[in-house]
């Protein structure tokens, strides 16, 4: 997930440009850039890898300017490496691009043809040639940007910078976040708020096919074809030097334990927890009348949407299915106008729920974006927005955001409740008090914390880990393995518990670790009896569950783990503690790069 930044009308742009990719390090990335303009002359920097190393080679060999453009790269086309880094270069042109170039193959051979000639594998090479074909052909750098843009299919966020013009800078948005940065005699252009927060609070977000001209003291922004429109400037809500580490070692520990204070923030929106009274907010009434739910999210917000539809089925009666976003659009949905399409995001601005939100704008159908980022585009576009206020998430393994997600959908499901009548005021009361207890156990469990550092010591060597659970403990168990391959490497796979025997356990051999997700609820004997299946493979059972589960287990060889005791709607948000530090602990002990 690439980064851009840029600045123009500061002296000291190749430093701040640095800071600006410092900032957007959290969204993951396998090499750097930067190109600045001095003189009218354009100078880049790239280098595969960290951060650190594009500063080391600026050290070495400094560039100057008071324009410039920067990027983090996550490879998409063409392996990591400097020459695929951007910005991207042509004649008088440097480009940094986020998104994809769909029909970059077909451009890149009509561009060939014109003898172009090509240094990386990159699909947004292929912009830098096409703007500086057009610049060819004497159009301005605005009409040559426009007409190759018109040529482009796919999503695209632009910072492009042009030699011999000095103050200028151009940027365009198209299916990828980008917002322009008003400052003070320098202005700045940003992929999210995160980049921008230190360098100016006043933000202008694009709109879809914008493309603006800026330079230091001004910015004019045009439609697609060319058109002047106008555009707001809002004040972001980000602090300017909220985002620090804080003493812990890394933005994802630290995130692990502040889930207690930002819990009990998050509540405070959708629970008045003196009186522990639900706080309905208005938009919920503008959706009670809804019979039918669709929520649309990936990876993390998959899982808790997962969770969400339990809630929803279980105590509101309505009727709810989730799907991966980028799965969505192969599906015929019948009745949309009807229906409620609820849009589950940290980031707000991840590609395929943003995709499946304008289906269901285009169709008419209500949507409501649960989302952590106020100002992304899901939650500009949706009819309607729950925030779940987690307040920025830096790392790159999720983990505030999704037990801040499962507040969110418990508080969504209790006012739906309410409206439905479902439940009764003694039982929304008793559901309401459970998750207001949720911040306390949280704080008893990250006081275990030695005891998830010693499991993660007999997990480090494995090749494969398995998650099980059943019921909400099921998505909790696909948490688990998602956050231990995404920071580890460890191969990891969550099942339904009771899937298990369906055919997976042919892979469990003798000493694979299966974490068991097991509250002593309802379905705890019936896990049990999938623990015995794994354990009479040799699988290393790690059992997660409190008190009254571990008493039903009575084998030595299983490593029990004893949570405080819960109500059965606070427990995915409990038991996801445990899943997150035993990742954590494991990549750090691996030496994996953990944020
Ligand atoms: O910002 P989003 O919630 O839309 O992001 C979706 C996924 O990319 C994200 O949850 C990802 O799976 C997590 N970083 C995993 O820890």
């Known amino acids: 997930m690439c980064g851009i930044i840029g600045v123009i009308g500061h002296n000291k742009v ?60 996550w490879a998409t086309h063409g392996i990591p490496s400097k020459t695929n880094a951007h910005p991207h270069s042509s004649g008088d042109v440097a480009v940094v691009h986020n998104g994809i170039i769909e029909n970059y193959d077909e451009l890149r051979k009509k561009l ?36 190759a843009l018109k040529k482009v299919e796919g999503a695209f966020a632009l910072g492009i910078i042009f030699s011999g013009i000095n103050n200028y800078l151009i940027c365009a948005k198209r299916g990828s976040p980008l917002a322009i ?80 204070a930002v819990i009990g923030d998050a509540l405070k929106y959708f629970i008045d927890t003196k009186k522990k009274k639900l706080l309905i907010p208005s938009f919920a009434k503008k959706i009670k009348k ?46 949309i106008k009807n229906s409620l399409g609820i849009f589950l995001s940290q980031s707000g601005e991840t590609a395929d729920t943003l995709a499946v939100l304008r289906y269901f704008n285009q169709q008419k159908g209500k949507t409501l974006g649960i989302i952590n980022s106020a100002e992304s585009s899901i939650a500009r576009e949706s009819n309607n927005v729950m925030e ?4 920025p998430e830096i790392g790159v393994a999720s983990t505030k955001a999704f037990t801040t997600q499962l507040v969110a959908l418990g508080a969504l ?56 659970g059943r019921g909400t403990n099921y998505p909790v168990a696909l948490e688990g393995a998602l956050k231990l391959k995404e920071i580890s490497y460890i191969h990891a796979e969550g099942y339904p518990a009771g899937e298990i025997k369906h055919g997976p356990i042919a892979l469990v051999e003798k000493g694979v670790p299966v974490i068991v997700i097991a509250p002593s609820d309802q379905l705890i004997d019936k896990t049990i009896s999938n623990v015995e299946e794994l354990l009479s493979r040799g699988a290393k059972i790690i059992f997660i569950s409190d008190k009254k589960g571990i008493k039903k287990i009575n084998n030595k060889k299983i490593t029990t783990i004893c949570l405080p005791e819960s109500h059965e709607i606070i427990s995915p948000i409990l038991y996801s503690i445990p899943v997150q530090l035993i990742a954590y602990h494991t990549a750090v002990l691996k030496g994996t790069d953990v944020d």
């Not at 739910?293 to 279980?314: N, R, V």
């Not at 949280?442 to 550092?453: E, R, T």
């Open 14 to 73: 190749s430093s701040l440009l640095i800071e600006g990719l410092k900032r957007l390090e959290y969204r993951g990335y396998d090499s750097a850039g930067i190109a600045t303009l001095l003189n009218g002359k354009i100078d880049r920097r790239r280098s595969l890898g960290k951060i650190e190393n594009l500063k080391r080679l600026l050290k070495k060999s400094p560039i100057k300017g008071n324009v410039g453009i920067g990027h983090t790269r």
């Open 112 to 147: 060939e043809k014109k003898k172009f000639i090509f240094e990386s594998d990159t699909d947004t090479e292929v912009i830098a040639h096409l703007i500086s074909y057009y610049l060819k052909k004497n159009l301005s750098p605005l009409k040559a940007t426009i007409t």
């Open 181 to 260: 940065g008003k400052g003070k005699n320098c202005n700045y252009i940003g992929s999210d708020s995160i980049a921008l927060a230190p360098l100016t609070q006043k933000l202008c977000y694009l709109n879809e096919g914008d493309i603006a001209e800026i330079t230091s003291k001004d910015f004019r922004v045009y439609n697609q074809n060319g058109k002047r429109v106008k555009r707001s400037i809002t004040t972001t809500s980000l602090a300017k030097n909220k985002i620090k580490m804080g003493g812990y070692n890394h933005f994802m520990e630290k995130e692990i334990f502040e889930q207690p």
């Open 290 to 335: 809804i019979k039918e739910i669709y929520i649309a999210a990936c990876g993390t917000s998959y899982h808790a949407s997962l969770i969400g539809k339990y809630w929803l089925e279980k105590y509101a009666n309505i009727k709810t299915e989730v799907d991966i976003a980028s799965e969505f659009r192969y599906r015929n949905i019948i009745n």
């Open 388 to 391: 779940t206020h987690a307040g």
């Open 413 to 468: 499901t209790l006012f739906m409740a309410n409206f439905n009548k479902t439940m009764g005021r003694n039982e929304i009361n008793k559901l309401s008090n459970a998750l207001v207890e949720a911040p306390g156990q949280i704080s008893k469990i990250l006081k275990m914390d030695n005891i998830f550092h010693k499991i993660a010591t007999n997990i480090k060597n494995a090749k494969n880990v398995l998650y099980i």
